[in-house]
């Protein structure tokens, strides 16, 4: 069956592999700070996160942090404006390590103690597929138990490893229909 998404929307269906809502949802339930990176604010409330304590610090570092204390200081007190590459590395470190430091809290809200999460599947938009191209797919739920896979994926920020996780460990359990919601318009859950 997966073999049927393999030239997916060529008749006009609308809609984004399951993983990447999964990779959104879980996003907005690490709360990242809304300030973009762009801003001053936002720049400063990552370069404080990132070097609260000499753990974070060091945990930034291994994330790919390479700017110096002493450059990271004067871009906090703002005499020294970064460039947009330095911008893209230091939003890039503090993504990395707020994933790491939210995913076990964010693991035992999704398993709920061997409850799982109760997963909602929006079916791709097939308004522009013509009328005898159209599939009849259905929305769905789904309780999902195993989250360590898309949770441990999602952390490393492995974007293929979250996509085979995310169809192994839950879309198989769809049944035979499972090819269909490869591809959906929305996958929501409430942690």
């Given amino acids: 069956m997966p073999e049927w998404n393999i030239a997916f929307g060529a ?3 609308q809609g984004v592999k399951g ?3 999964v990779a959104r949802r879980l ?3 690490a709360g990242f700070i809304a300030s973009p990176v762009a801003t001053r604010r936002g720049l400063a409330a990552r370069l404080r996160y990132l070097t609260s304590s000499p753990r974070q610090l060091a945990a930034a570092r291994e994330a790919g942090l390479t700017i110096s204390d002493r450059t990271i200081r004067a871009q906090m ?3 020294r404006r970064p460039s947009v590459r330095t ?3 230091i939003d890039a470190a503090y993504q990395r390590v707020r994933r790491q ?3 076990r809290h964010l693991l035992a809200r999704l398993n709920r103690q061997g409850r799982g999460t109760r997963v909602e599947f929006h079916p791709v938009n097939q308004s522009a597929v013509d009328r005898p191209r ?3 797919v259905e929305y769905r739920t789904l309780n999902v138990r195993k989250w360590e896979r898309i949770v441990g994926a999602w952390e490393a920020g492995d974007d293929a490893g979250l996509d085979a996780a995310w169809v192994d460990e839950v879309v198989v359990d769809l049944g035979s229909q499972w ?3 490869e591809y959906v318009t929305n996958i929501g859950f409430a942690a």
């Fill in 101 to 103: 430091n939210v995913a």
């Fill in 19 to 21: 993983h990447e809502f």
């Fill in 77 to 79: 007190r703002g005499t």
């Fill in 87 to 89: 911008l893209r590395e």
């Fill in 11 to 13: 008749y006009g269906a």
């Fill in 179 to 181: 090819g269909q919601y």
């Fill in 27 to 29: 996003d907005s339930l």
């Fill in 134 to 136: 159209q599939r009849a």
